[in-house]
């Protein structure tokens, strides 16, 4: 069994996938970019990175390989383990890891991890279907170039002999302002046209990008079993687990204890596997629950663990 397939799967919805022992596999959004002077358009997409600090066990990858491939937690855990230890043994012999849809894991001239991430693969699910794409380059005329050839058309001439003509200055002022106000004329007209013409190109693919969504299926190298979701009243999908039990008089007595330590305990439905966990309590955001869990880790249980719905 590999695992790249499970991790690939969890990171389309979550940020962080660790592997105990190993190190954390981190997603962060990056808004749309405009790159280079073509106006290169880019997608809002995840990037991915590796923090080898992070080796604490979540439990969220091996809860998810134990309900995917119908095995129990603890095999789960035993065959992330085997696939850390021989990513492990790899880096160590100056090997480079190769993690199928996320990226490469070599060993630098310090001895220390370096990760590259795959570009191929964009793990922001609402950006399914959006490429990067070229704009064509608009071109602006300068408004010197176009009053200089005005003024060639209509050349302003001054003599001597005219000096003390009045009435022909005026003449040559009302021309110039003519000109001057057929300039900024042109180049309004001008502009508006061009907006009007960014307009359209924006429409048209704002409207193909509308229709690849529409006509786009969403696959993933092991398509999860369809879920039925019922919506709640608050979702808390951030469960600290105490332990979880086969037997029902095991599971309440361990709710009960922990209720008179003054927890919000509660029992979870019992899973794939056929155990009950036992929660201390539950979150509705990712953030409380790890802070909750450091703190009942350093307290009460150095076991407890964080199960993810």
Not at 183 to 191: L, T
């Given at each position: ?21 190993f ?40 809860n ?9 937690f ?12 021989k ?25 220390n ?65 003519f000109?001057?106000?057929?300039a900024?004329?042109y180049?309004?007209y001008?502009?508006?046209q ?14 193909k ?6 006509e786009?299926?969403?696959?993933i ?23 979880a ?21 509660r ?6 596997s ?27 249980n150095t076991?407890?663990w964080?199960?993810?719905?």
């Amino acid at each position: 069994m590999t695992i790249e397939k499970h991790i690939s799967a969890l990171l389309y919805r979550f940020q962080c996938v660790t592997l105990p022992g190993f190190g954390a596999f981190i997603s962060e959004i990056q808004s749309a970019k405009v790159a280079g002077s073509a106006s290169t358009f880019n997608p809002p997409k995840k990037i991915i990175t590796f923090n080898p600090n992070v080796k604490n066990n979540d439990g969220l990858l091996a809860n998810h390989i134990a309900l995917q491939e119908n095995i129990s937690f603890e095999k789960a855990t035993e065959v992330i383990a085997l696939e850390v230890s021989k990513w492990i043994a790899s880096l160590e012999q100056r090997e480079k890891v190769v993690i199928k849809n996320i990226g490469e894991i070599s060993t630098n001239t310090d001895l220390n991890w370096v990760f590259e991430p795959c570009e191929d693969v964009n793990y922001l699910t609402s950006s399914f279907g959006l490429t990067g794409f070229v704009s064509p380059l608009v071109t602006r005329e300068e408004l010197k170039a176009q009053v200089e050839e005005l003024e060639e058309k209509a050349p302003i001439i001054f003599t001597t002999e005219r000096k003390n003509n009045y009435g022909f200055l005026k003449y040559a002022a009302s021309i110039v302002l003519f000109l001057g106000v057929g300039a900024i004329g042109y180049k309004m007209y001008h502009d508006q046209q061009i907006a009007n013409q960014t307009l359209f190109v924006e429409k048209q693919v704002q409207e193909k990008v509308n229709h690849k969504i529409q006509e786009a299926t969403f696959f993933i190298s092991n398509p999860l079993n369809s879920v039925e979701l019922t919506v709640k009243e608050e979702l808390k999908p951030y469960h600290i687990i105490a332990g979880a039990y086969r037997n029902e008089e095991n599971a309440q007595a361990a709710l009960n204890n922990l209720k008179e330590r003054g927890f919000t305990a509660r029992l979870l439905e019992k899973n794939k596997s056929g155990l009950i966990p036992v929660a201390y309590d539950s979150y509705s955001s990712l953030d409380e629950a790890q802070l909750a869990k450091q703190k009942i880790q350093q307290e009460h249980n150095t076991e407890a663990w964080l199960l993810i719905d």
